[in-house]
């Protein structure tokens, strides 16, 4: 399968530190999911065609999820695939938002991608608890972290909805980062020779179907 053996060559390439009965499990179970198009212990433990019972491989698959070594060897995984994923480019669009992870809501999941012929490809991501969403220390610590994993020559355009707050905003310009971010209507901006405040909501009713550029404003006030 193709997208295994690039996988395969360019894992084992640049992710010497990551034991090879690990990786080579791994990408078993890439290829199973691929195979099988279901994430879940069960679906890829039936989608392992290699002879063996199926009750074995589904609990090979719980043993390569659960397995510590594995957990701890996603940073080294996720630097060599976002050196995949981007390639050469300088100044890569970089998604990033909160999203749900359980029906309950009880846990969030904060990505990052880049979106790829329509879709978005995952770079980067980690899970929470709900009382850490949003929480300004947390996305603090995750924008480092997809820093370290990012390659050398990166200088990405952060885009993100609303609901990101100024912290947010001024770490993404310590990185040395752009950014472009979605405005709440319930916000408010004045122009910066103008004293008058106007929330966002009221500006959105002037927009047409063609960009325009207010010039530069203060947005601050709630």
């Given amino acids: 399968m193709r997208a295994t053996q690039i996988l395969d060559t360019h894992l084992r390439k640049h992710c010497q530190g990551v034991h090879q009965k690990r990786m080579t499990a ?75 992870v359980s029906a309950d809501r009880e846990f969030h999941m904060l990505r990052a991608s880049i979106p790829v012929d329509g879709r978005s490809m995952t770079l980067y991501e980690e899970s929470h608890h709900q009382r850490h969403d949003g929480n300004p220390h947390v996305q603090k610590r995750f924008l480092q972290q997809l820093k370290s994993i990012l390659p050398r020559h990166c200088h990405p355009i952060i885009v993100t909805d609303a609901g990101f707050r100024t912290p947010w905003f001024r770490t993404v310009e310590e990185m040395g980062w752009d950014f472009v971010g979605r405005v709440g209507g319930h916000m408010m901006l004045s122009s910066k020779d103008e004293h008058d405040w106007v929330r966002v909501e009221k500006v959105f009713e002037t927009a047409t179907s063609r960009g325009r550029y207010l010039g530069q404003v203060d947005l601050v006030r709630q």
Avoid at 27 to 53: D, E, H, S, Y
Avoid at 63 to 78: F, K, P, S
């Fill in 26 to 100: 791994l990408l078993t179970i890439t290829t199973a999911l691929i195979t099988g198009k279901k994430l879940t212990v069960t679906g890829l433990g039936r989608a392992i065609c290699n002879g063996t019972q199926t009750k074995h491989n589904i609990k090979r698959a719980d043993r390569l999820i659960g397995n510590v070594a594995m957990n701890q060897d996603r940073g080294e995984i996720y630097k060599a695939m976002a050196k995949l994923s981007i390639g050469q480019q300088h100044r890569p669009v970089i998604l990033i938002d909160w999203s749900d």
